[in-house]
Structures are given as C-alpha cells and as structure tokens.
C-alpha cells in the first residue's frame, strides 16, 4: 500500500485500538467491586479480551507506521495525553452503576460485531485475519451482555428503572459511535464505512433492549462531538492508567 | 537436519515434536501445547528453527511464559537459534484441542468444548456434559470464567458448579 494509505490506516487502527483499551480499563476497575462473584470475574475477563485487542490493532499500526512492534503500544496506552487520544466518549464515561455499565458494553459490543463482519473481508490480509480472531470473541461479549438485558430490564422495579435510566444517559452518547473514524474517507475496501454500520446496529439494539421492555429516551440531546475531543474523565482515568509507567519510564516489565 | 552441539547426532523435526509437547499449557498444566493445537509448524529456515504458534484468545496474558517456555525446551536439547513466531491465520479453534488432551482436561473438573466443525456458535446452546457424573443436566451459569476460555457451568444432578473450555 501507499505511503498515504498507511498513515491512514494507521489512524483508524489506532481509534479502534483506543475504543477498546479505555473501555477495558473500565471495565477492570469492577474487579473486587461488582455485585455478584461471577460477573467480577466475568468483568476482569472482558477486560482482559480487549487489552489483546487494543494491543493487535496497535500491533498493525506500529508495522504500518515502521515502528517497533514492542514498544509503539506502550507508548500509544502510556504516553500519550487525552487530546491524543481517539476513543468515543462513550467508553470513557464512569462506571456509574452495574446497570451503566452493562449497558454500556453491550450498546458497543454490538457495534464491534457489526464493524469486524466487514473488516474480515478486508483487502489488507493482516488486519482480515486479526479481525477473524477478534470476532469470534466478541460474539461471547455479546451474548453475555445479552443475556442481562432482559435480566435487569424485566427483574424488579428497582433493576428495570436503573436499566432504563442508564439508557437516557448513554444514548446521546450512540450517536458518535456512527462518525467516520480517523482516516476512514480513503480507506474504501479495506474497511467499512462506520455510517453505514448504524441501519443493522439500531435494528439489533432496538429489537432486544424492547425484549426487556426498555425503550430508547424519544427526546434526547445527542453529544456528537469528533473524536478529537475527549470527556473530563479522561485525564483522571489516564492519571491512573499511566501514573506506573510514567513513574518509571526506563523500567522492563 | 539440526546438528547437536553434545554430539548426539542429527535432531529431526519429528524430535523437535516430541520434545514439544512436553511444553505444558501454563493454565491448564496437564495438556501440551501441541496437545492444544497452539503449536502450528515447525520448520527449518537457514539454519534456525522456526516454530510458529497461534493463540488461543489474543489477548491471551499466557503467550509470553509459553514463547520462553518453547525455547527453554528446544536450548536443552542443544537448539538455541530459535524463532517463535506467532500467527493469526487461520484463528485458533477448540476443534484443534486433541483427544488425549480432552480426556485430561475433563480428569481435572475442566469439561471439554463440544466439537463444533467450524461455526462454534451452532454448538453454544447445546448441552455440556458434566466432568464429574456426565450428565446432560447441565445449566450455564456464566459465559465467562476463571479465564477468558472458560464458561461457568452448574450440573444439576450432582450439584457441583464446574467450568467448561469455551467452545471457539
Ligand atoms: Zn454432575
């Protein structure tokens, strides 16, 4: 590929790379918090499976860029600040309650699905294959957070009113997931277009959030802002995520 | 043909299998990684052996400690120009975990994933046998376990909860 498609490949790898490393911090910080045992294990686990994925897009990247395979991950996780980032403000919100939280994986876990059907037929070979892997994976992401919808959505009072509250506060947040991301207006091919993955993401989405009698809020007030800009969150979460790394910047783990 | 420093003659690729699979996975220690159809291919290149290996889960935390555990294994039998190379293509699939290691997995409690034939997703509401009694009357629990491969299982016949290595 050319030059100029590299650099730009590179971004958009590095976007989903940043989606999936805030989001599996996230979910990291329910390890010894969450409400049953299980499910803190099954969220250390969820956040472990997307640590390797936000390593092997940067992995891609860093051989596109001509950097070091080793050593451009951990520069992009530790030493970056938050206007360098490219995440969706969605992954970086708090954990809030269990209700949020859940949500909130699977609002983007069923985006991923969609994203990585078409990026298994790319006609860049490395980034097909890691796309095979990864997907495969995050058809057990979904069907775990599946399987709590209707769980909380019809449970007590308590759980369907905190579910349906944690959906009027994540929506405005959907509708960035939909933007081009980084480099993706010359990259026809070899990615999908992230518009047209929205049509099949609110078909599914809407189907089973009904299933558990939760509805989209009808009136909300979309935050789709580009991905240049980040949440306030930000900086606290990367104060923590790096403080190790940058405390010690010549240490070998 | 790899020659021996010690002088025990040529090594063949078959002997560097053999010696392979006594490199345990370091999560479930009773089964080898070739057992487990991590390791892919062992080849002669220029002198070096490469040995290509793919992983289970990408973010698998285990993949460094097996890489080291590869070549510690190899450098004992004198063979110390080695590559581990790691591959994508084709994914990993549980249908690749062998007979043997089945048997050993489901001696430890671990029930084995259901063979699949390449869509796992037909086989994930299928039942899972209990490792302990065998029976069908299994409930899943949860899709995730200890690890990122493993679900958490209850058998209700002999009410003992157990993990199942994921179907993938
Ligand atoms: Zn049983």
């Not at chain 1, 990291?28 to 049953?36: D, L, T, V």
């Not at chain 2, 090594?11 to 487990?36: G, K, N």
């Not at chain 2, 409690?109 to 699949?116: C, F, I, R, S, T």
């Not at chain 2, 949860?142 to 994921?166: A, H, L, V, W």
């Amino acid at each position: 590929m050319e030059t100029r498609l590299n650099a730009g490949l590179a971004e958009y790898l590095i976007a989903l790379g940043d989606d999936e490393l805030i989001l599996s911090h996230r979910d990291s910080e329910w390890c010894g918090h969450a409400p049953i045992l299980e499910e803190d294990i099954a969220f250390a686990n969820l956040a472990v499976d997307e640590l390797g994925h936000a390593r092997l897009w940067y992995e891609l990247a860093a051989e596109l860029l001509d950097e070091d395979k080793e050593r451009f991950p951990d520069h992009l996780a530790y030493f970056r600040d938050a206007s360098e980032w490219r995440n969706v403000q969605l992954v970086s919100l708090p954990n809030g309650d269990w209700a949020f939280s859940v949500l909130r994986r699977y609002l983007f876990d069923v985006l991923e699905v969609e994203r990585l059907r078409g990026l298994k037929q790319s006609s860049y070979k490395p980034l097909a294959e890691a796309a095979a892997k990864i997907y495969n994976e995050e058809l057990y992401h979904v069907r775990h957070g599946r399987a709590w919808l209707p769980r909380l959505g019809l449970g007590t009072e308590e759980s369907h009113r905190r579910m349906q509250t944690a959906l009027n506060d994540l929506w405005p947040f959907t509708p960035q997931l939909f933007q081009a991301l980084p480099g993706e207006s010359e990259l026809s091919g070899v990615v999908p277009t992230t518009p047209g993955l929205e049509a099949e993401w609110r078909t599914k989405v809407v189907a089973d959030l009904a299933s558990a009698n939760l509805n989209p809020p009808e009136k909300s007030n979309p935050m789709n802002r580009p991905r240049t800009q980040q949440t306030e969150h930000m900086m606290d979460l990367l104060s923590e995520s790096q403080m190790v790394a940058r405390a010690n910047v010549e240490a070998r783990w | 043909m790899v020659r021996n420093p010690d002088s025990r003659g040529a090594i063949s690729l078959q002997d560097i299998w053999r010696a392979l699979d006594d490199v345990v996975d370091p999560e479930i220690p009773v089964v080898s990684l070739v057992e487990m159809g991590i390791i892919r291919d062992v080849m002669e290149v220029g002198g070096r052996i490469v040995v290509k290996m793919t992983p289970t889960f990408a973010g698998c935390p285990a993949l460094e400690v097996m890489e080291s555990d590869i070549r510690a294994r190899l450098e004992k039998m004198g063979i110390d120009l080695v590559d581990v190379v790691r591959a994508l293509d084709p994914p990993w699939t549980s249908d690749w975990i062998s007979e043997s290691a089945r048997r050993k997995i489901k001696q430890i409690g671990l029930a084995p994933p259901q063979v699949h034939g390449g869509d796992f997703i037909n086989v994930l509401d299928a039942p899972v046998t209990c490792p302990y009694c065998d029976s069908f009357n299994t409930t899943l629990k949860n899709s995730f376990g200890s690890t990122p491969c493993r679900m958490i299982y209850y058998c209700n016949n002999c009410s003992q909860p157990f993990e199942q290595f994921r179907p993938l």
